[in-house]
Nanobody, 128 residues
């Protein structure tokens, strides 16, 4: 089993920045691609960003491209989401997710069903 714990959420004004962190524990050596998803009030969960096992390739939703940056540190079993230029529509609970089936060289999925482990989420609120 793998446990994922997110941190770094909070309240920020529009245009501000936050950095989310996700730390993995347990059988973290079994994790391959990792991703961030979010669910806003009254909305369905949506893909935000993902990164390959090596960290060499990253993928973003069009809505955050150019503003958010995903990165990972395998030595620390952690993945990060740097969020700049935040907008009120970025308000959501942000979830970290890990893929334990795809393998080291798989391309991350944009679909939540492809991920095996999820964190509890961290709230991000952007005020206008």
């Amino acid at each position: 089993q793998v446990q994922l714990v997110e941190s770094g959420g909070g309240l920020v004004q529009a245009g501000g920045s936050l950095r989310l962190s996700c730390a993995a524990s347990g059988r973290s050596f079994s994790i391959f691609a990792m991703g961030w998803f979010r669910q806003g009030p009254g909305k369905e969960r949506e893909f935000v960003a993902a990164i390959t096992w090596s960290g060499g390739s990253t993928y973003y939703a069009d809505s955050v491209k150019g503003r958010f940056t995903i990165s990972r540190d395998n030595a620390k079993n952690s993945v990060y989401l740097q969020m700049n230029g935040l907008k009120p529509e970025d308000t959501a609970v942000y979830y970290c997710a890990a893929d334990a089936r795809g393998g080291r060289y798989s391309r991350p999925s944009y679909y939540g069903a492809a991920y095996d482990y999820w964190g509890q989420g961290t709230q991000v609120t952007v005020s206008s």
